[in-house]
């Protein structure tokens, strides 16, 4: 079975720029979570959907990052203007049901952003 | 305040010996527990949960786990590490809290390095 599809694996972009990363989930997982991993604060929830829904976007650090999901198997993650701090390796990862929630979760391989 | 803590940034061991992860959490739900191990260049895998029950839970690749609550670990073992066991390797707690979503918190990761 295909797991968790990340696009692009790896985005080197100037400051400014818009950057959009995208997911594909693993099919028929009804939860979604964005996370970024940076050395100086690890692993961070980002945002997480249920169903399509944003449920909780707590930790989108600012205005510039925004999140959808049009459909059940696609989601982006986007930084408008783009700067050098959000450099980071960009995660998403699906679950099914309550395990979502409980933190049983199936992680792609990654998208890892560089902003020059 | 929830936090995870894993003591060891670093640590080598040789190809066949022992080896244990220390995890310990501070939560104010009933904890769900995680083992998650990131390769170079991958996302993170699932090795191992607890939710309830028997408290030394099994994984995958021969990791075992055993939750102690009266001293709030989670300390992750394997009696003969491999040279593929080379990693970095998370502990998570997380859980429902109320019915909804305990945000999941990641340790800041305990790299493994093998000695052949």
């Known amino acids: 079975d295909a797991g968790v599809i990340q696009s692009p694996r790896h985005e080197v972009t100037e400051m400014g720029q818009e950057v959009t990363l995208r997911c594909k989930p693993i099919s028929g997982h009804d939860y979604l979570f964005w996370y970024r991993q940076t050395m100086m604060r690890g692993l961070e929830l980002l945002i997480y959907?249920?169903?399509?829904?944003?449920?909780?976007d707590s930790g989108m650090p600012e205005d510039r990052f925004s999140a959808k999901m049009p459909n059940a198997s696609f989601s982006t993650l986007k930084i408008q203007p783009s700067e050098p701090r959000d450099s980071a390796v960009y995660f998403c990862?699906?679950?099914?049901?309550?395990?979502?929630?409980?933190?049983?979760?199936?992680f792609g391989e990654g998208s890892r952003l560089t902003v020059l | 305040a929830q936090s995870v803590t894993q003591p060891d940034i670093h640590i080598t061991v040789s190809e066949g010996a022992s080896l244990e992860l220390r995890c310990n959490y501070s939560y104010g739900a009933t904890p769900y527990l995680f083992w998650y191990v990131q390769s170079p260049g991958q996302g993170l895998q699932l090795l191992l949960k607890y939710f309830s029950g028997d408290t030394l839970v099994q994984g995958i690749k021969g990791f075992e786990a055993e939750f102690k609550r009266s001293q709030s670990s989670f300390n992750l073992r394997k009696p003969s590490v491999h040279w593929s066991d080379a990693a970095e390797y998370f502990c998570a707690v997380g859980g429902l809290k109320g019915g909804s979503q305990g945000n999941l918190i990641f340790g800041k990761g305990t790299k493994l390095s093998v000695k052949p």
């Open positions: 990862a699906s679950s099914l049901g309550t395990r979502g929630l409980a933190g049983e979760l199936f």
């Open positions: 959907f249920n169903n399509n829904v944003p449920i909780d």
